[in-house]
């Protein structure tokens, strides 16, 4: 008879199989964790607590050359979502909305993805929308610091300075060109971290230092850029033209001081351009047939090989039948009679600037625009600039005709910057400087002071004295009415035609454009004003004279430069 | 012959076995305490205990160190976003663009689209009225004493008048 406290066998039995079963599933796991899986699972939990973080490296800021920043940098949010967390997708979907700029079915339709854990919604949020969605507290929706390029002038030089992309690499202008001294190096962290990814601050880390960019100083001045861009808007909306470019240069030393063009776009929203073409600066990249501007660079060579004198006298007669037989006529048809060479410039005659490049002969005249820079990038520091078209001597582009039609800006192309960069050479004495946007770089281990460089000597000191003085006749009676009184200034106008994709010329199209320097005692600016496809008036003269006068006048004031003629300043009307 | 005999010096030595006394000095050092084994092991663990406790003092002390740290680290970043924030505002208002707005409209200024030149003779150098040499007034001999003892110079207008601002034009 079995005892009433006595268990049953079996029972004890089953209970001992069980705890066996027990025992033997515990082995078996932490045999499999530690032995089996062991390598995986220790790089796993390595992985987790050390983890290696990009330290990007701050973007040094881009300043005038009045120390006023054109470029910085801010941080701004970048809102994501960590999807397993959101409890409600619809509700989070409709908070969002409306402060992040995207529809609600996109919000929620991208936060209910299967198979996805993270999704970034927007970047760079402004700092209310960072804060309303801060407040909310919603489940899952995460804000998350990123660095941010910041335009404080917004549209203002924007060709000239670029943006900065998404990835945070200087595009086009000075960001694009000076993008790896700017933009830094990126460094490393790797750390120990806590539950919220935190490094914990006394363990073991490893930190590769970030090197941050350095600070641009520029030629440009946001006073003289701020006045050629009031100019250029003035200007087209006056002539209802479709696009300009004004560039303002130092030419003793190259230095860019304005390079406007429209249309443009503000770099702060360089997301919503559609038209990439903008992006490009047209002062550096756009190409087109200088025109009449270009019988200043024609009779400096005259000047030069001794061909001519201000006082030469030519009779053009009233056309000319050039090689191929084409007849060349002045503008209007005009038969000047016997002109002096300053008169030839006066008179903006195509067939004396035509007589000019004969004389001077084909190799010498090649040789010569070849010296000005025309037909190759004049190097200034940024990206993309074109390198113009001069067909020459032997090339297959290249015929007699060129000689004649190129002596007045025909037939050849140049950038505004080759064309104005070239002009530099008859103010400053004969040299050809390189043309330059950053004159100063501020880095950890010291500043780095640009100087100006001299290219070459393109024409002696006397020619480049002649040549001003004709200029300055030139501006003093034929475009009198846009002098600047007290001042004397250089300068031509020019009126291009505008090649059809049909071949020829468009008869409805023109480029109006004047060049010139000034004070012409001792040149502190050259200025090129273009103005492309003016609706009120095809001439050069009418379409970018009152910017030019409007632009010489405020530059004068702004640097407070005398008048050679004190008097005159203080009668003009 | 006597049993006692003298020494060199003449004093009396004893001849008796010098054993006794060499027994009394190394008589057993005294004992001024003694411990149980159960007060050993208290000892023991409270010694332990005491350690341990200074070593979990020390360890949190440096993890709240390092939360600290962590939590300065996190304001100063949060100080720099705000420098960097309040630098691109400072950046906005010199702009342009606001100047003009706020010169125009808020302070009623209009454009300047006129100057003039005006030309001034200036006088010659030695038509100028000549500077008056400025003499520092007389000092006492005690100030004078506690100037020198405290390296403090004096200071004396110099003979070619204020020197030029640094950065000025001439116009």
């Not at chain 1, 037909?375 to 015929?399: C, K, M, N, Q, Y």
Request: hydrophobic residues 40%.
């Amino acid at each position: 008879m079995r005892q009433p406290y006595e268990i049953p066998r079996r029972r004890i039995n089953a209970l001992l199989a069980g705890f066996l079963v027990f025992s033997l599933a515990i082995t078996w796991r932490v045999v499999s964790f530690q032995v089996v899986s062991r390598q995986a699972l220790a790089q796993e939990a390595v992985a987790f607590r050390y983890r290696e973080d990009v330290v990007p490296a701050q973007r040094g800021t881009i300043y005038d050359s009045r120390g006023r920043p054109l470029a910085t940098n801010v941080p701004a949010n970048r809102v994501s979502v960590i999807v397993n967390q959101v409890k409600a997708p619809h509700a989070t979907a409709l908070a969002l909305a409306p402060l992040i700029g995207r529809g609600a079915d996109d919000i929620e339709s991208a936060i209910t993805q299967p198979g996805k854990e993270w999704v970034v919604l927007q970047r760079r949020l402004t700092q209310e929308a960072s804060d309303r969605i801060t407040a909310m507290k919603l489940p899952g929706v995460v804000l998350d610091p990123e660095p941010r390029r910041v335009y404080p002038m917004g549209d203002f030089a924007s060709q000239d300075l670029g943006f900065v992309n998404y990835d945070y690499v200087g595009s086009y202008g000075v960001e694009g060109a000076y993008n790896t001294v700017v933009g830094g190096v990126a460094g490393k962290l790797v750390g120990e971290r806590d539950t919220s990814g935190n490094v914990i601050a006394l363990a073991q880390s490893s930190l590769n230092p970030p090197q941050d960019g350095a600070d641009l100083v520029l030629t440009v001045d946001s006073a003289v850029q701020r006045i050629v861009e009031q100019a250029l808007d003035q200007a087209l909306a006056s002539q209802q033209a479709s696009s300009g470019t004004i560039i303002v240069e130092n030419p003793q030393t190259g230095e860019i001081l304005a390079m406007a063009s429209r249309p443009s776009f503000d770099p702060n929203n360089f997301q919503d351009v559609t038209d990439a073409s903008l992006f490009n600066n047209p002062g550096i990249s756009g190409t087109y047939e200088p025109g009449s501007t270009f019988k200043t660079l024609t009779m400096a060579l005259g000047l030069e090989t001794g061909v001519v004198t201000p006082d030469t006298v030519h009779d053009g007669g009233p056309y000319r039948i050039i090689p191929g037989g084409d007849k060349v006529y002045n503008a209007l048809d005009v038969d000047f009679g016997p002109e002096t060479m300053t008169q030839v410039l006066q008179h903006s005659s195509n067939l004396g600037a035509m007589w000019v490049a004969e004389q001077v002969g084909e190799d010498r005249f090649y040789r010569g625009l070849a010296a000005f820079g025309i037909g190759r990038p004049t190097g200034v520091d940024l990206a993309g600039e074109a390198d113009g078209i001069l067909p020459l001597p032997g090339s297959a582009s290249w015929t007699e005709a060129n000689l004649y039609t190129n002596a007045f800006g025909q037939g050849l192309a140049v950038t505004p910057l080759q064309l104005l960069n070239a002009e530099c050479v008859l103010a400053n004495g004969g040299n050809l400087m390189k043309p330059y946007l950053v004159k100063q770089i501020v880095g950890p281990n010291g500043t780095q002071n640009i100087q100006p460089r001299v290219v070459r000597r393109v024409i002696s000191p006397q020619t480049s004295q002649t040549i001003t003085a004709m200029l300055t006749t030139v501006m003093d009676t034929t475009y009198k009415r846009f002098s600047v009184p007290g001042y004397e200034i250089a300068a031509k106008t020019g009126t291009a035609q505008v090649p059809s994709p049909n071949g020829g010329y468009d008869p409805n199209a023109t480029i109006g454009s004047m060049i010139g320097y000034g004070p012409t005692n001792n040149p502190q600016f050259a200025v090129l004003v273009k103005i492309d496809r003016p609706q009120e008036s095809p001439w050069g003269e009418s379409a970018a004279g009152p910017a030019f006068q409007q632009i010489f006048q405020q530059l004068f004031m702004l640097y407070g430069i005398p008048p050679t003629d004190p008097e005159a300043a203080r009668t003009a009307p | 012959m006597s049993g006692a005999t003298r020494s060199a010096r003449g004093r009396r030595i004893d001849e008796a076995p010098a054993v006794g006394r060499t027994r009394a000095a190394v008589r057993p050092a005294r004992r001024y305490f003694t411990l149980h084994g159960a007060a050993m092991v208290a000892i023991a663990a409270a010694a332990l205990t005491v350690i341990g406790m200074l070593y979990l003092i020390q360890t949190s002390h440096v993890a709240s160190l390092g939360y600290q740290l962590s939590r300065l680290q996190n304001q100063r970043d949060q100080l720099a976003i705000d420098n960097a924030r309040l630098g691109y505002q400072v950046a906005q208002f010199e702009s342009l663009d606001t100047i003009y707005q706020v010169a125009t409209q808020k302070l009623g200024m209009v454009p300047l689209t006129r100057h003039q030149f005006m030309q001034v003779q200036v006088p010659a150098n030695d038509q100028l009225p000549a500077n008056a040499p400025q003499t520092a007034p007389p000092e006492s001999g005690l100030r004078r004493v506690w100037r020198e003892l405290a390296g403090i110079g004096r200071g004396q207008a110099p003979a070619q008048g204020p020197p030029a601002l640094a950065g000025g034009s001439t116009h």
